[in-house]
């Protein structure tokens, strides 16, 4: 037995998607020529496939920032906060954070799968429960196994069945920590965050949850689900990343809890890893600036998905429960739905092709992620795209 043979169904798998053509996972983009254009597999395409939800990556404000900081201080930290030090950049971040979600601490990550790594595997632990939403991401189910803590997992999207789980769990362990996301990564489908909300307040449970997919496009401020449900000041702990909405690399923790702070001196993946680049946090402070001041961002990205959500609808492809950032066309079949990701391709349109065990169930997904940059005319040939693989 060699240290690899436990590898042999994903290599077959990965040969088996890639036999005909270009890879649908990991697909090389040969080049990158604007927020929702590229070049792959020799021939331009229309990206649909990059949580660019705002279209930041190439805004002149970000790239400016991002330039001056390269000029000004470097291309990196070379080193953890705790040991090299804080650059400015690092605090003002943190300060403009939390005075974006109106809480008193902020901690700023290298990436967001850290975030979830370092303050779950943190906060609690032996003696403790963690009560999670099933289809949560892999850097929360990985924060919980290091936490120590007992894991459990509620239904998806079900609030009743959270209840009779924390109830069921409260008389035995000192503290409940519940999990959910906010807009969820693969069906573009929202946590029931009220009646989770009512579960803590009965429970006494701590409540996380993970905006990555909506912050910057939920919420009057577009702080994310939380915010856009009137329920941001029952989190105790909201998480989020910089890496779509916001264009950059990154990731947050934002708490009221006082405590937070001392936190990051305990928090492994904080701790001994290296901080942000100085450019990568300065790209990301104009980013949110931008958020904050252009409303109409959330606006136009909402239009689109709607136009996208409902044409596919027309189309007869099964969708997730409610239109969002991200459309998820769903197929029995991952060949098929192998099929359709080349046939896409073809037509100039690059999603993301996601197959089990990746996907919630068994079956496969065609994801579309839109953008606020994509253009009338994109959305249209986005869904012309579609319409082929139908007929
Ligand atoms: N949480 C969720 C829900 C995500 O979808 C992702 C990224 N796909 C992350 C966390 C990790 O974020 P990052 O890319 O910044 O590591």
Redesign the pocket.
Known sequence: MSLFDKFADVADLYAHLTEDGIAPVGTPIERVLSPTHGIVDGKEVILAGT?NYLGLTYDPACIEAGKQSLDEEGTGTTGSRLANGSYHGHHALEAELSRAFCMRSAIVFT??????LGIISTIVGRGDAIVMDAD??A??YDGAKMSGADVHRFRHNDAADLAKRVKRLKSKVDHVLIIT?GI??MLGDRAPIREIVEVKRESGAYLMI?E??SFGILGPRGLGLAEAQGCLQDMDFV??????SLGS???YCVSDHEGLDAVRHSMRAYMFTASSTPASIATVRAALQVMQERPELRAQLRRNFERVYEGLKNLGFVLGPQPGPVVAARFEDATEALHAWRRLLAAGVYVNLVVPPATPGQYSLLRCSLSAAHSDDEVDRILAGYARIQS
């Open positions: 949580n990436t967001g799968y850290q975030a979830n949560s991401h850097s929360i996301e969820f990564s993970d990555a997919h998480l989020g990343t910089f890496s779509k690399v990154g990731g």
